[in-house]
Structures are given as C-alpha cells and as structure tokens.
C-alpha cells in the first residue's frame, strides 16, 4: 500500500570466528563466550613456531642444565689457581735450594785456599821414624777424629732443633767437615809424591776438585789438571754438597742423639774417601828418595783455623 513503509530486504551476514575478527583493536565478538580450552590451544600473538614440539622441549632441559654447568666453570679456575700457586712454590723452593747450594760451593771455593797445608819435609819432621804408609795412617786418623767432633758438635747444638736454624748448621758442618776434609787431600799427595803443579789457588782448586769427585789427581796427565780447573768442577761440586747434605740430616736429631749419629758418620766418611784416595794415589806413588827437591809449599796469608 501506498502508506505503508515499503519493506527492505534483509541481509542475512555471515557470522566469522572470534579469531578470524580483523578490524579494530578490541576484541572480536563472541571471544569472550569462546571456551577456555579452545583459547588456550591458540597460539600467543609473536610466539614463534620453533618453541612447540620437541625443539622447546630440548631447550627447556639445556637450559634447566645451565646453573651445573656454571658450577663446574667457575669450581675449575678455583683450582687451576691452586694448582699454580702450587707450581709456584715448588719452583721458589728449588731456586732456593738451587741458590744455596751455589753459595755454599763458592764459600768452599773461597776457603780452599786459605786451608793450610803441611809439605812432606814437615810432615817427616813433625812425624818422625815413619814410612809412606805409616804417615798416611797417622793423618787419616787425625782427620778423621777432627771431622767426627765437628760432627758430635753440630749435633749438640741441634739438641731442641729450631727448623730455621737447620740450614745454616748444615751448612757451618760441611764448610768444616770439607776444610779438614781439603787438608787430608792436600797432604795425602805430598806422601806420595804427587804434588800438583800450580800456584796456591790452582792447587787449592785442584783438591777440591779431587774432594769433589773422590780421586786423586794424576800429576803425569795435564789433562785432569786442566780439567779440575775448569768449568765442570762447580756443578759436581754443587752435586756433592746436595748428597754431604742428605747423608747429614740424621745430625739434626733431637736429644743428644743427632750428636752420636753426626760423629760415627763422619770418621765413617772420612776413611771412607781417604782410602779411596789413597788407594788412587798408591798406583801412582813414587817413592821418597826418587823425588826431586821440591820447595816449601806457599802458605794462605790468612789461614782458616781447623782445630786439629
């Protein structure tokens, strides 16, 4: 009719899904209604694929393993800086030692020198109505009864050992042990005629080298006299006070006992390297009357005093 409003045809619109809703920003219609176990099965809006499935799984555990892993970085410097301090101490205490025993080797090679020495004309004055053989008994007895009180004597001083103080009584042991040790040496030749050739410290320097590596210099060979005065003496005589010092420790024993112990060892020393010594000297030994006039042996302006 012509009053009547004329009708409009209805358009029937397709309803969309929450999430497919694009325009604006508020939420879709509807999302509100949408089950909550469908809206937790969407995926957040950024989230990246590679986060689901086994691949997040994977970096879940490494990294619920990182916190062990750390501990077992920063545990292994702690001891990688232990072990260093370690090897830093050892390498201070063989400087040390390596030190030591290079200035207790020149304090011998200072003092050999200034040990005085008998020659045979004295000796056969001193020690009359004697052979070779009977004269070197005397002195090696004498010798050896010096070095054992000087062995009885630093093992009374180390009755209540003070750890500080050991060093330095090894030390004033073997400069001792080894002066009276130089003198018995020196004299030895004189018996049986091979007295090096040289000036006081070339023959001073080779009975230390003869003290050294305990033999008898062979005076019909220039080549051992060349090499006693060469460079190689100092390192074996480093080596031979390294092994003096071993075998002295049981000096340093407490109670009187350090004292006994020092004694017996060092006479035992003693007639141990004479006989070596001796027995070297021997094969080579010309006699008394053969000898040509030799002069009077030149004495240190200032001697070192031995006691004996």
Same mark, same amino acid.
């Given at each position: 009719?012509?009053?009547?409003t004329?009708s =409009?045809k209805r358009?029937?619109r397709?309803h =969309?899904k929450?999430e497919?809703y &694009? ?6 219609p509807?999302?509100h209604d949408?089950?909550?176990?469908? /809206?937790?099965?969407?995926p957040?809006?950024?989230? =990246? ?5 086994? /691949?997040?799984?994977l970096e ?13 970085t920063s ?9 260093d301090?370690?090897?830093?101490g ?12 290079a200035?207790?080797?020149d304090?011998? +090679?200072e003092n ?6 008998r020659?045979?004309?004295?000796? =056969? ?8 053989? &009977? ?5 090696i ?5 010096a070095?054992s ?9 180390a009755?209540?050992p ?11 042991e ?5 002066? +009276?040790e ?5 004299e030895?030749h ?10 006081l410290?070339?023959r001073?320097?080779?009975y230390?080298?003869? !003290?050294t ?5 062979d005076v019909?060979?220039?080549?051992? +006299? %060349?090499?006693a005065?060469?460079g190689?003496?100092k390192?074996?005589?480093r &080596? ?10 049981? %000096? ?9 112990v020092?004694?017996?060892? %060092?006479r ?8 070596r +010594? ?6 080579r030994?010309?006699? !008394?009357?053969?000898l040509? &006039? ?5 004495q240190?302006e ?5 006691g004996?």
């Open positions: 009719m012509a009053g009547d004329p =409009r358009r029937f397709l =969309r929450p497919a &694009q325009g604006g920003t508020d939420p879709a509807g999302a949408a089950p909550a176990e469908h /809206s937790a099965l969407l957040s809006p950024g989230a =990246r694929d590679d986060e689901r499935g086994p /691949s997040a799984s879940a555990a490494g990294r619920a393993g990182t916190p062990a892993d750390r501990t077992t545990a292994t410097p702690v001891k990688a800086r232990r072990l301090a370690v090897r830093r050892v390498a201070r205490s063989r400087e040390g030692a390596r030190a030591g025993l200035h207790l080797a304090r011998l +090679i050999a020198p200034r040990v005085p020495v020659d045979l004309a004295t000796l =056969r004055r001193q020690f009359p109505g004697l052979g070779p053989e &009977q004269l070197a008994d005397k002195l007895a004498g010798a050896a009864n070095t009180t000087v062995g009885a004597g630093v093992g009374a001083a009755m209540m003070v750890p500080p103080a050991m060093p330095a009584e090894l030390a004033a073997i400069t001792g042990v080894a002066a +009276i130089l003198k018995l040496i020196a030895l004189e018996v049986y005629g091979q007295r090096p050739p040289g000036t410290k070339e001073a320097t080779a230390l080298t003869s !003290w590596e305990e033999r008898g210099i019909t060979k220039p080549a051992t +006299i %060349n090499a005065l060469g190689r003496m390192r074996e005589l &080596q031979r006070i390294m092994k003096r010092m071993v075998r002295n420790l049981p %000096n340093l024993m407490p109670f009187m006992v350090g004292a006994a020092g004694a017996v060892m %060092n035992r020393d003693t007639k141990n390297l004479a006989e +010594i001796r027995k070297d000297l021997r094969s030994q010309v006699p !008394w009357e053969a040509p &006039q030799l002069p009077p042996l030149d240190p200032h001697p070192k005093e031995l004996f």
